[in-house]
């Protein structure tokens, strides 16, 4: 069984492995940097560290919204080698799941493909942060 940390976006719920999530933070001045793609937003100062931050809605097709209350950016940690903040509409919970809750089944979202899993009569979608973070490569 592995920790998941359970968000949602819209009326969707999404969830992270919470081994990548270093903290969360309440939503905080964001810093615009020019010529970035639409979804990133800009860059935080988070305790003297500077952190750039996607918006993860737009990154992954889902339809924008203002930020609210309980907005918040999870600081997510690549391999030790450079956090990224990704900005989610609120936090859920934090779950243990189990092979058994993943179903057969993906689904697709423009370029992104999600695992599945059901926890208490949830559907979630599971994130595979890598696909987040990294543009695919351009076919030639």
């Known amino acids: 069984m592995e920790q998941y940390l359970i968000f ?10 919470v081994n990548h999530i270093e903290n969360i933070e309440k939503l905080m001045p964001i810093t ?7 979804y990133v937003k800009g860059v935080i100062n988070l305790r003297g560290e500077i ?3 996607i918006d993860l809605r737009e990154k ?3 339809e924008k919204e203002e930020f609210g209350e309980e907005t918040r950016i999870l600081i997510v940690n690549w391999k030790g080698e450079f ?3 990704l900005i989610i509409d609120e936090v859920l919970d934090v779950v243990y799941l189990s092979k058994e809750d ?6 697709d979202r423009n370029e992104f493909k999600f695992s599945i899993a059901k926890y208490s009569g949830m559907l979630i979608n599971i994130i595979n ?4 973070l990294f543009e695919k490569a351009e076919e030639v």
């Open 102 to 107: 993943f179903d057969q089944a993906t689904r």
């Open 8 to 17: 949602r976006l819209a009326d969707e719920h999404y969830g992270l492995n």
């Open 83 to 85: 956090k990224v903040g």
């Open 129 to 132: 942060l890598e696909d987040v």
């Open 60 to 62: 992954i097709g889902v």
């Open 32 to 38: 615009r940097v020019p010529h970035t793609k639409e």
């Open 51 to 53: 952190v750039p931050v």
